[in-house]
């Protein structure tokens, strides 16, 4: 089965400094990779999905990813994060027809 | 609004109640699911539908019963609940890779 692990449970930043969001997948088969943001008391919000091709994924609200099939890796970065992107931001691989998420980073940004 | 509606969005019961969460969709998506959101623990997959038949059930407590009685909409019951059983509730659907979340219910047992 393939298993997602997130690398880091709390990233603190400063606004307008960069952020960098890691994760790792563990799968023996094409995968399908997602990156999720969940705004407090909101749902999950696609912020990007790796499907084929490119490797560089851009995504919502200025995101991108970088898909790494030999660190078999799909970390989340920002140039530059705003007090809005406050935030847990989940990782998900598509398992079959289901997504299995990460345990989640929560970003908080301060002035 | 994302597409996926649920209701409740906040629900308080007590251990001897019954109550159901609704979902429903309207984006002509062929899978519904329920997830369960604890705290500090990565989603839970609870129940998978695909064209209103049950293709999983991962290995959830019987005090949670789904019910999908069409393809947009997908019910969860509940019935003798535990406190830890609090958690927040989200329903998703799907066609292909495109995954849609509702905002949840927020439930909790006391």
């Known amino acids: 089965a393939q298993s997602v692990t997130q690398l880091d449970s709390q990233v603190p930043v400063f606004e307008e400094a960069p952020v960098e969001l890691r994760c790792n997948y563990s799968?023996?088969?094409?995968?399908?990779l997602f990156w999720y943001v969940q705004y407090p008391n909101q749902g999950l919000q696609l912020l990007l999905k790796?499907?084929?091709?490119?490797?560089l994924v851009k995504g919502i609200n200025g995101f991108e990813a970088e898909f790494n099939k030999s660190q078999t890796s799909f970390h989340l970065r920002k140039p530059s994060v705003h007090i809005s992107d406050t935030a847990e931001y989940f990782c998900?691989?598509?398992?079959?027809?289901?997504?299995?998420f990460g345990a989640g980073t929560t970003v908080t940004v301060r002035a | 609004e994302t597409g996926v509606t649920q209701t409740p969005r906040h629900l308080v019961m007590g251990m001897t109640n019954k109550k159901s969460l609704k979902c429903e969709q309207h984006?002509?998506?062929?899978?519904m699911y329920w997830y369960k959101q604890s705290a500090k623990k990565p989603l839970e997959l609870m129940f998978v539908?695909?064209?209103?038949?049950?293709?999983e059930n991962n290995s959830v407590p019987s005090r949670f019963s789904p019910e999908c009685p069409n393809s947009s909409h997908l019910f969860l019951h509940l019935h003798t609940l535990q406190p830890e059983d609090s958690a927040l509730y989200l329903c998703?659907?799907?066609?292909?890779?495109?995954?849609?979340f509702g905002s949840g219910t927020r439930l909790t047992v006391v």
């Open positions: 539908y695909n064209f209103k038949e049950q293709t």
């Open positions: 998703a659907s799907s066609q292909g890779d495109g995954y849609t």
């Open positions: 984006l002509g998506h062929n899978a």
């Open positions: 799968s023996s088969v094409s995968v399908y």
């Open positions: 790796y499907l084929s091709g490119s490797t």
């Open positions: 998900a691989v598509n398992n079959d027809y289901k997504l299995s």
